[in-house]
């Protein structure tokens, strides 16, 4: 019964001391999002479960070995033991009564983070090898995600190649975003800050570079960004190298190319490209070394079909092969436009 009495005392001391220091070091990013509230509180009951548990099967080991290690001299066989079935059912229906309550309460969770709300912002996510673009009601588009703070939104997300996932950690929810088909997150911010979004699905070469900022801030900076963006917008669609710097920037061609010079290490900067020596490492039917004019046909082509030509010092295979079909020629010759300016 002393056995039972200490070694009980320790377990409660060891779970205790487990959960504090598992606490203790913030296993989790700040709750930035109301739905994070209900999954941390879920994750804590779980950490809690886990620290007993732990306890349960560490002390008891340990204990045993300690204080019924065998005794110099001692050849005698341990007690032979048949079974107990006090304890059998003991072992079985607490733990099932355990997990149906995490059951529950893990349903109820699912079901608040999912909870439809009618005032919710909605703002159309693509996600691209690899970048993210973000469409807001106001109809432009942009590679920022900005939050108001306690506005609700729904995010409809969908891919134009392979499958992407959505996710900022501090706002805990994370969804698969995939072609052909529309998913959707549901999220309030509710801690004005920075954030970043990651795509959570390995996606190809350039996958650690698919993030973009997610900004959460109060009403008077969301309006001043929004308008800002608007405005830009209008006026930019007037021009056709207007409508090239857009379209860039919704098909994440930047998250490669530099348009100032500096070097991204994976694709080579637009500045001076236009009517400049191109040295070629290699492409369809062009032997290494050769040396072209960056024309417009050049341009072009490089969009279109960017195995063409590949550029000496780059890679093949890395550059998405899906703006010969994602983009109309128009799109392409505006595009062509606006790089043309980067001198
Ligand atoms: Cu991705």
Redesign the pocket.
């Known amino acids: 019964m002393r056995h039972y009495v200490i070694a009980g005392v320790l377990v409660i001391v060891l779970a205790v001391a487990t959960y504090a220091g598992l606490m203790a070091i913030h296993l989790m990013p700040v709750e930035a999002s109301a739905q994070s509230i209900p999954i941390d509180h879920l994750w804590n009951i779980e950490i809690a479960i886990i620290s007993f548990l732990f306890a349960l099967i560490m002390v008891p080991l340990i204990y045993s070995l300690i204080v019924f290690r065998r005794r110099k001299g001692d050849t005698s066989d341990g007690e032979h033991i048949e079974g107990n079935n006090t304890l059998e059912i003991t072992w079985t229906v607490i733990p099932l009564i355990v997990v149906l309550i995490l059951a529950y309460i893990g349903t109820y969770t699912l079901g608040d983070v999912l909870a439809v709300d009618p005032n919710a912002l909605e703002i159309n996510v693509t996600?691209r090898?690899?970048a993210w673009s973000f469409t807001y009601p106001e109809g432009f588009t942009a590679k920022e995600l900005h939050l108001l703070v306690n506005q609700p939104v729904v995010l409809d997300m969908q891919?134009v190649d392979?499958?992407?996932?959505f996710w900022v950690p501090q706002f805990r929810i994370k969804q698969d975003?995939l072609p052909g088909r529309i998913t959707t997150e549901r999220i309030t911010p509710i801690l004005i800050g920075n954030y970043t979004v990651t795509?959570?699905?390995?996606?190809?070469t350039?996958?650690t570079y698919?993030t973009a900022p997610v900004i959460v801030s109060t009403q008077a900076d969301y309006d001043t960004w929004i308008q800002a963006q608007v405005a830009a917008a209008t006026v930019a669609a007037q021009t056709p190298i207007g409508r090239g710097q857009q379209l860039v920037a919704q098909n994440g061609c930047a998250s490669c190319h530099s348009i100032d010079g500096s070097s991204t290490g994976i694709a080579p900067t637009w500045k001076g490209l236009y009517q400049s020596q191109v040295k070629l490492s290699g492409g369809t039917n062009v032997a290494p070394g050769t040396v072209v004019i960056a024309n417009e046909a050049y341009l072009i082509e490089s969009i279109v079909n960017p195995s063409a030509k590949i550029v000496n010092g780059f890679q093949d295979n890395v550059m998405p092969k899906s703006f010969g079909t994602t983009l109309t020629q128009s799109q392409i010759s505006d595009i062509v436009a606006y790089i043309e300016t980067l001198k």
């Open positions: 996600a090898q690899w891919s392979v499958i992407h996932s975003v795509c959570a699905q390995l996606c190809g350039g996958h698919m």
